[in-house]
C-alpha cells in the first residue's frame, strides 16, 4: 500500500510569490492535515479537511489556506510568501481523523524563501 | 489540550532496551497517547498509540500507568536505524470538528555502538 505523498519535495520562491503543495493521502484515507515544521517553532498544525470541508484550523494567518478534492487529495496554498514561511511543510492522512486511527506522514515538501 | 513533557536527550547502547518515558499528568480520560519518531529530513513515523491498556506492536511496547499521568516507550532492542527524534502526544480531541495532534520538542535518542 502506498504512503502519503507529497510533491514536490523541494521548492525554492521568493519574497511575495505565492506557491501550491500537493498531497496524495493513503488509498481510502479521508482525513488529510497540514503542518508546519521549523528548527524554531517545531512542528506546528495548518489545518484539517475531510470530506472536502475544512474540519480544523491552526493558529496561522490567512495567507495559509487549502482544499480537499472529492478523491481525498489536497493542496496548500500560501500566498504573498515572506522569509519566516521557509520549513518543512508535512501533510499527514488518517482514515477519518478520529481519536483512535493514527496519522501517517509524508516525507514533506521543504520549501525555501529567498 | 493536554501537555506532555520529555527529557530532551537519551543515549542507550546498541542492542539494549531503550525507555523513553514521557509525562502527560493533565491527561483527560479519553484522551490516547500517541508515540512518534522523526529521523533527519523524514516525516514523523507511526510508532504506537494506547488509551488505558499497555500495548505491543512490532516496533515497540507502550506502558501506561494506571493512573494515565505517565507513560514509556519501549525499544526492545535498539539498533543504530532507532536514533531519531521520538515525540509523546496527547491527542487533542474536539468532538466531531476533527482532532489535531500537538507535538512537543520530543527525545533524542542516539543510539550507541
Known amino acids: 500500500k502506498a504512503g502519503v505523498t507529497q510533491t514536490p519535495r523541494y521548492l525554492i520562491k521568493t519574497r511575495g510569490q505565492q506557491v501550491t503543495l500537493s498531497c496524495s493521502p493513503i488509498s481510502g484515507h479521508r482525513s488529510v492535515s497540514w503542518y508546519q515544521q521549523t528548527p524554531g517553532q517545531g512542528l506546528q498544525f495548518l489545518f484539517e479537511?475531510?470530506?472536502?470541508?475544512?474540519?480544523n484550523k491552526g493558529n496561522f494567518p490567512g495567507r495559509f489556506s487549502g482544499r480537499q478534492f472529492s478523491n481525498s487529495r489536497s493542496e496548500m496554498n500560501v500566498s504573498t510568501l515572506e522569509l519566516g514561511d521557509s520549513a518543512l511543510y508535512l501533510c499527514?492522512?488518517?482514515?477519518?481523523?478520529?481519536?483512535?486511527?493514527?496519522?501517517?506522514f509524508g516525507d514533506g515538501t521543504r520549501l525555501s524563501i529567498l | 489540550d493536554a501537555k506532555t513533557t520529555q527529557p530532551p536527550s537519551m543515549d542507550c547502547a546498541e542492542g539494549r532496551a531503550a525507555n523513553l518515558p514521557c509525562n502527560h499528568s493533565?491527561?483527560?480520560?479519553?484522551?490516547?497517547v500517541y508515540w512518534y519518531r522523526q529521523i533527519h529530513s523524514q516525516g514523523p513515523q507511526y510508532i504506537i498509540h494506547g488509551l488505558k491498556n499497555n500495548e505491543t506492536n512490532e516496533m515497540a511496547s507502550l506502558i501506561i500507568t494506571e493512573d494515565r499521568k505517565s507513560s514509556t516507550l519501549i525499544l526492545p532492542h535498539a539498533t543504530l536505524r532507532d536514533t531519531a527524534v521520538y515525540y509523546c502526544?496527547?491527542?487533542?480531541?474536539?468532538?466531531?470538528?476533527?482532532?489535531?495532534?500537538?507535538f512537543g520538542t520530543g527525545t533524542s535518542l542516539t543510539v550507541i555502538p
Open positions: 499527514a492522512s488518517s482514515l477519518d481523523g478520529t481519536d483512535n486511527q493514527p496519522q501517517h
Open positions: 493533565t491527561i483527560s480520560g479519553n484522551e490516547y
Open positions: 502526544i496527547v491527542r487533542a480531541s474536539i468532538s466531531n470538528t476533527g482532532n489535531q495532534f500537538y
Open positions: 479537511y475531510f470530506s472536502e470541508t475544512q474540519r
